[in-house]
């Protein structure tokens, strides 16, 4: 038990961060803990979650993914297309969503692995040309999600915010099982040593396309969730989500260099950056000044997150 | 039985014409090799005489240029690490092919047979298990992340993980060398225990004695070609050395000039200690003398030579530079003037240089924080370049199109461009071919001969022996041995860097 929280330490903390949190959101909120409270936290943060899980499969893999806003912004405006009309054509536009965020996903993989073009200039451009379809579908922010399924999938089961049931589904019915599959390791063994990887007789190359076509995918849940709550498509989304989602992984301790943290951790970051936007909201700081605070909170997180460089007794350790 | 029967009349692997070429540089050439089931084949060679790229070669983490790989008397193209262990190709590397951040469990789930990247099964992790107990290796804890094992520990690991793939041809590289003897010699028996099952076992091992207790066959290359391929006992030790090296050991170093016992001490180390990791080292060196720093990989003598230099914080224990007690916190502090000593790391590619600049740039960036010198000068470094006699086309071009040898004669070039009172070399002559050792060899004699007092780091005993005046052998942290004159022979610093005394000693009592 103490091996495995000592091995699990980074996601233990966010974890704790986001309890004491919530537990501040909650007791300061003047509605209080109400279910209505947190279904409207739960969905905030969830759509940040999402983003944070697609940002959380390139950065594993040692890469980073810019387009993770675009992505979003394009499957909300192709969401806002499909979700309205029959019951069985909402349902294959639901699945088509997810797809085109996969697709998305996937070019970007095959223009890393292929193209051989570093992840970030890669997605970098991808980045623009997705958005570029997008304000070609949606010019001006428009169109409908079917209101039924709107509120199902936004409002709360027996209490419970749904998007808390999603992100629990996401955890437990993929993460951990996923965690455990020749896949799941490979993310990790490509991350952490390339070439211990591939000595190992890892197809490398499959490990990271699946890897970016994993972000492309959550990049599509994200935007499919988006378009639940907001029931409309906008291809103006994009920046802020893509540079959170960075923001979102590093808290929950997903290290940058890739192969270490997990999905729960960059769910718990996106959470704890969310939670402490809402936190700021009802502080009563003057909301001009209030990414001048978020920004200081998110380097003091990063901070200490890069504290363990003081503790290497070999200078040369403060370079690797 | 059939089967068997066939593998009698095919050699398991077979090498046909192979070469392979890295830009200009041929690191096999035309080489003919054959593996027999059933047997233990030693390589042995100097560093770069290609044993690596040919082991990479059958691993197939490298491509041949020419040639061709048989595998039962079938031609096969080997394309990745997972076609090479499809035909049952096992390699231990001699860079651990472990990943840090993952679990052992993970590691071992990660290379077991059949892993695709469906659902991993831990049937096989039985075997790796069993493996481990059988070499000692029962206290590491499959939960542990590797980055958190020791050296050894992550060599038993890694030696484990080649087993449970169950290998037609075992290659194992270098891959006892952070092992203590009693491990070693498990390992040993469970690497014949294979044998006798039919598996092949190519062996690398810069250790001889190691060679002569485990092989059946040896095979000697030299400059990327196979010098002799013989059966073990039919040369004895000398003969088989010359044969790697290609004309006589004597030749090869420069006479040694006769010690002054009383000239100036110019580096007194004492009682150095650091991090639990290095414990109450002394050392002094006096003006003109090579002292060599010996042991196994990994004991402490190149932290130690890092510790000097000033990389290491919160080291304890005192240093005075010739007389004068001083502190050393950085590189920058110990290439001024007043201190002026040099470090020659271990990895001249990324520690050494910077691989696409130019050969000018290069040899700046030593300078570069002394006050008193100007970088840009080429005067500076005239004399040096000259003496070192480095092959060049124009100073602007990049070290990393020079070959090893001249990439090293850069470095060594920036470093004496500041005039060193003392040289700290870790393992100089690593990779490097036989004729520019032969000539660093040389120049390391008269920097010593001219007053430069030199620490020289080497996992080659034959550089320790004749080119040393003294020897401090390395293990776990401590110095063990301070070997000189007479007692500085390959059996004392072998000894030494098992050490064997202790562990004997340990075993009576």
């Known amino acids: 038990m103490l091996d495995y929280l000592k091995s699990n330490r980074r996601e233990m903390i966010a974890a704790l961060v986001l309890i004491v949190l919530l537990a501040v959101y909650l007791g300061t909120h003047p509605r209080g803990a109400s279910t209505y409270v947190m279904t409207i936290w739960a969905n905030q943060c969830l759509i940040l979650g999402l983003a944070a899980c697609a940002q959380f499969f390139a950065v594993v893999v040692r890469g980073i993914d810019l387009s993770v806003g675009a992505v979003m912004a394009l499957s909300n405006c192709v969401a806002s297309y499909l979700l309205d009309g029959s019951a069985f054509g909402i349902a294959i536009g639901m699945v088509a969503v997810v797809v085109v965020g996969a697709l998305c996903g996937l070019i970007n993989g095959l223009v890393v692995v292929y193209g051989r073009i570093q992840p970030i200039v890669a997605t970098l451009a991808t980045a623009s040309i997705f958005v570029g379809i997008a304000l070609l579908l949606r010019p001006t922010p428009g169109g409908a999600v079917n209101y039924d399924l709107a509120d199902a999938m936004t409002l709360d089961v027996l209490g419970i915010p749904t998007a808390m049931v999603i992100a629990g589904v996401a955890v437990i019915g993929f993460w951990l099982p996923f965690r455990r599959t020749g896949l799941g390791l490979g993310l990790y063994a490509l991350g952490s040593s390339e070439q211990a990887a591939f000595q190992s007789g890892i197809n490398t190359k499959f490990i990271r396309l699946a890897a970016f076509t994993l972000a492309g995918l959550f990049g599509g849940l994200a935007g499919l969730f988006y378009s639940f709550v907001t029931t409309t498509g906008d291809a103006g989304i994009a920046a802020s989500f893509t540079l959170n989602s960075i923001a979102a992984v590093v808290l929950g301790g997903v290290l940058l260099r890739g192969g270490v943290g997990s999905l729960i951790g960059a769910l718990a970051g996106a959470f704890i950056l969310k939670t402490i936007a809402a936190l700021m909201f009802f502080s009563g700081i003057p909301s001009l000044a209030q990414p001048l605070f978020e920004g200081l909170i998110l380097a003091a997180a990063i901070a200490i997150g890069g504290a363990d460089v003081l503790r290497a007794r070999n200078k040369l350790e403060a370079f690797s | ?509």
Not at chain 2, 51 to 58: A, C, D, E, P
Not at chain 2, 119 to 130: F, I, T
Not at chain 2, 330 to 345: D, E, F, R, V
Not at chain 2, 436 to 442: D, E, L, R, V
Request: hydrophobic share 45%.
């Open chain 2, 1 to 509: 039985m059939v089967a068997q029967m066939s593998d009698m009349k095919n050699p398991l692997l077979e090498m046909r014409g192979i070469s392979k070429h890295f830009g200009a540089t041929k690191a096999l050439d035309g080489v003919d090799f054959v593996c027999n089931p059933g047997e233990v084949h030693a390589v042995l060679g100097e560093n770069g005489a290609g044993k690596s790229t040919l082991m990479k070669l059958i691993a197939g983490v490298l491509q041949p240029t020419h040639g061709q790989i048989c595998i039962d008397g079938k031609a096969v193209f080997l394309n990745s690490p997972k076609a090479a262990l499809s035909h049952g190709l096992v390699c231990m590397f001699q860079e651990l092919s472990l990943v840090p951040d993952l679990t052992v469990r993970e590691n071992l789930l990660l290379g077991a047979p059949g892993a695709g990247i469906g659902w991993l099964r831990s049937e096989a992790l039985a075997k790796a298990q069993d493996v481990l107990a059988r070499i000692e290796g029962k206290s590491i804890k499959m939960g542990a992340r590797v980055a958190d094992l020791t050296l050894p520990q992550r060599q038993q690991v890694e030696i484990a993980k080649a087993m449970m793939k169950r290998p037609r041809l075992l290659i194992l590289d270098e891959a006892t060398s952070a092992l203590g003897a009693s491990v070693v010699e498990r390992v040993f028996d469970l690497v014949r225990e294979e044998r006798d099952n039919g598996t092949a076992i190519l062996f690398i091992s810069h250790r001889f004695h190691e060679v002569e207790a485990l092989a059946d066959r040896i095979s000697v290359f030299r400059n990327g070609q196979r010098v002799e391929t013989f059966m073990t006992g039919d040369h004895d030790y000398t003969e088989i050395i010359n044969m790697m090296v290609g004309q006589k050991i004597e030749e090869l170093f420069p006479a040694k000039t006769p010690a002054q016992p009383d000239a100036e001490i110019v580096l007194d180390v004492q009682n150095y200690s650091w991090d639990g990791r290095l414990r109450d080292i002394n050392l002094r060196v006096r003006r003109g003398q090579i002292v060599g720093l010996g042991g196994l990989d990994g004991q402490g003598q190149s932290m130690f030579l890092m510790g000097l230099f000033g990389l290491l914080r919160q080291a304890e224990g005192t240093t005075a530079i010739a007389g004068q007690p001083t502190r050393i916190g950085s590189p920058k502090q110990a290439k001024q003037q007043a201190i002026a000593l040099a470090y020659i790391p271990e990895d001249r590619k990324t520690e050494g240089l910077i691989l696409d600049q130019g050969i000018q740039e290069n040899l700046e960036l030593a300078a570069i924080g002394r006050a008193d010198l100007d970088a840009t000068d080429p005067a500076l470094y005239a004399a040096s370049l000259e003496q070192l006699a480095l092959k060049h086309g124009g100073l602007d071009q990049p070290v990393a199109s020079l070959s090893g040898g001249n990439q090293q004669k850069v470095v060594l070039a920036k470093w004496l461009a500041l005039k060193p009172r003392c040289l700290l070399l870790a393992d100089p002559t690593r990779g490097i071919d036989v004729k520019t050792k032969t000539q660093i060899y040389a120049i390391l004699r008269q920097l010593a001969d001219q007053g430069t007092a030199i620490v020289l780091l080497s996992t080659d005993y034959e550089e320790l022996i004749q080119l040393c005046d003294e020897t401090h052998v390395f293990f776990d942290g401590q110095v063990v041995a301070s070997l000189a004159d007479g007692d500085l022979t390959a059996e004392n610093i072998i000894a030494a860097s098992l050490n064997l005394d202790a562990k004997s000693r340990a075993a009576h009592a």
